[in-house]
């Protein structure tokens, strides 16, 4: 199964997505404590945050302060969001450690399927992002750009203009592509971004497959996907089935699926898919992402102290499956209830310990029994417990 799936990059945004629809006053402590942390927990790419205006990202404006202040990871690289020449000269002073690409590998038509978002979120019309396309088309000849890229963010709809089917994003990536085309140079490489939370597994698998279908040349995939309808997740899940092994799928979240945006009427609860639920599925999945979920999930733990509130992962609150003997839950345990109580499966027998405990006599299971003798709950090929008296036989 696994050799079937695209090699995976994942990008950890909490640090700027996250954190651009916070409190501007959260303590630049806890910010530096919280990224050296997640340094720490094998993560492999990591946003630090943006380099903007802090007039209209204030919760970005000690930024500098957090790069000066934070102590890099080897082995993980680590970039910022600069939306300009301005803000990439700023991010510039800090690399190494920060990597910092003046030209992207495949340049790309930036472009909002919904005019009305964008108009909100950066004062620009779609229109007036079109305009720049001749430009970025001439500047990538002139570089002698081999590869580019075509997509469009708001891929699958809008909460201000409604449903995009396939057909219509199609449509798009296609007009881009021949201007690609025409410039000499090669599309390689496609994007869907979400802002609104309209991903659906269908709408990835249906939009992936068929730029598969159409451009086979294309290998390299991204996905940007908001969570406020619950979808991010399985919408990953869509996209790693649909791609094969030849491909590179980019994927992103944040611990705690926290985050948001203040220009597509969700706030902060529009989320994106939580980082700890994500890799927790590809793991499962039997993808080797180098993280280490427990401290993954101490992460998570420290921003839920900072913010005051719980967050919205699940990992996070019931562990990961104990697929290991030393990781599997006490039978005798008592009743379960709060979440400060599930928290037991890394604080351990303290968390529950005043919890109501009905059970006249220990529980006990010769199923448990063999896991703990190293044996399998259920033979496949072998007679346990088929063959076993309790077990219901055909009357012939």
């Known amino acids: 199964m696994v050799g079937r799936y695209p090699t995976v990059r994942y990008k950890e945004e909490g640090m700027r997505e996250g954190m651009q629809i916070e409190d501007a006053s959260i303590p630049i402590d806890d910010k530096v404590a919280l990224l050296d942390a997640l340094g720490e927990a094998g993560l492999k790419h990591i946003v630090v945050g ?15 302060e957090l790069m000066e202040r934070f102590k890099p990871t080897e082995g993980v690289t680590y970039t910022a969001l600069a939306l300009n020449e301005q803000g990439v000269e700023r991010a510039s002073a800090y690399s190494p450690p920060l990597t910092v690409e003046r030209v992207a590998a495949r340049p790309g038509l930036p472009v909002h399927m919904c005019d009305v978002f964008t108009r909100r979120n950066t004062n620009r019309s779609q229109m007036q992002e079109m305009e720049r396309w001749p430009k970025i088309i001439a500047t990538a000849q002139e570089l002698d750009v081999k590869e580019a890229g075509i997509g469009a963010n708001a891929s699958f709809g809008s909460n201000f203009l409604g449903d995009f089917s396939v057909d219509m994003y199609m449509k798009m990536l296609e007009k881009q592509h021949d201007l690609w085309d ?7 490489a496609a994007t869907v971004g979400d802002p609104m939370s309209w991903c659906h597994p269908a709408k990835v698998e249906a ?17 940007h996907l908001h969570n406020a309808r619950g979808m991010a997740i399985a919408s990953m899940y869509a996209a790693i089935t649909t791609l094969g092994p030849e491909d590179e799928l980019n994927l992103d979240g944040t611990i705690g699926g926290f985050g948001g945006c203040p220009y597509c009427g969700n706030g902060r609860v529009t989320g994106m898919a939580p980082t700890e639920d994500a890799i927790h599925m590809m793991e499962g999945m039997g993808i080797d992402t180098g993280v280490d979920l427990d401290r993954l999930i101490d992460c998570v ?32 345990a008592p009743f379960v209830e709060t979440p400060e109580q599930a928290k037991h499966f890394k604080l351990g027998p303290a968390a529950y310990q005043d919890g109501l405990y009905p059970w006249q006599e220990p529980i006990t299971s010769v199923y448990r029994d063999r896991v703990e003798r190293g044996l399998p709950p259920y033979d496949v090929d072998g007679d346990w417990p088929w063959e076993e008296e309790f077990f219901p036989k055909p009357s012939g």
Not at 207 to 223: G, L, N, Q, V
């Open 50 to 64: 943006s380099f903007v205006s802090s007039r209209y990202t204030p919760q970005m404006a000690r930024i500098d």
């Open 301 to 332: 733990w420290m921003l839920e102290k900072v913010l005051g509130r719980q967050l919205y992962g699940h990992v996070s609150k019931a562990g990961p499956r104990p697929t290991t003997l030393d990781r599997l839950y006490d039978m005798n």
């Open 207 to 223: 939009i992936f497959y068929r730029i598969k279908e159409r451009w086979p040349e294309i290998t390299h995939f991204s996905a």
């Open 182 to 188: 025409d410039a000499g140079i090669q599309v390689t």
